[in-house]
Nanobody, 123 residues
Framework: QVQLVESGGGLVQAGGSLRLSCAAS????????MGWFRQAPGKEREFVAA????????YYADSVKGRFTISRDNAKNTVYLQMNSLKPEDTAVYYC????????????????WGQGTQVTVSS
């Protein structure tokens, strides 16, 4: 079992930055692929970014590539999402997720989910 708790969301102006954190409890954090997803009002949940177990390989949705960076600290059982050059269309609830294996961009890959943190970008 893994429990995930996100933090770091908030209100920011367009062009600004936020850093989300996701702290995991439970054992074997380093054995999990970690992902970030988001869901805007009235829209389906979508993939944002993912990291393999070591953090050596990362994956991004085209919409955030070059602006967002996922990283993880396995010693601290934490995964991060650094979000720069934020746009109003980035407004959503952001979720972190943990999974064993599968296609990184698919939500079905992930077995455990956090409760989400709201990110609002004003124009």
């Amino acid at each position: 079992q893994v429990q995930l708790v996100e933090s770091g969301g908030g209100l920011v102006q367009a062009g600004g930055s936020l850093r989300l954190s996701c702290a995991a409890s439970g054992r074997s954090f380093s054995s999990y692929v970690m992902g970030w997803f988001r869901q805007a009002p009235g829209k389906e949940r979508e993939f944002v970014a993912a990291s393999n177990r070591s953090g050596g390989n990362t994956y991004y949705a085209d919409s955030v590539k070059g602006r967002f960076t996922i990283s993880r600290d396995n010693a601290k059982n934490t995964v991060y999402l650094q979000m720069n050059s934020l746009k109003p269309e980035d407004t959503a609830v952001y979720y972190c997720a943990a999974g064993r294996s599968g296609v990184y961009s698919r939500s079905s890959t992930y077995n455990y989910w956090g409760q989400g943190t709201q990110v609002t970008v004003s124009s």
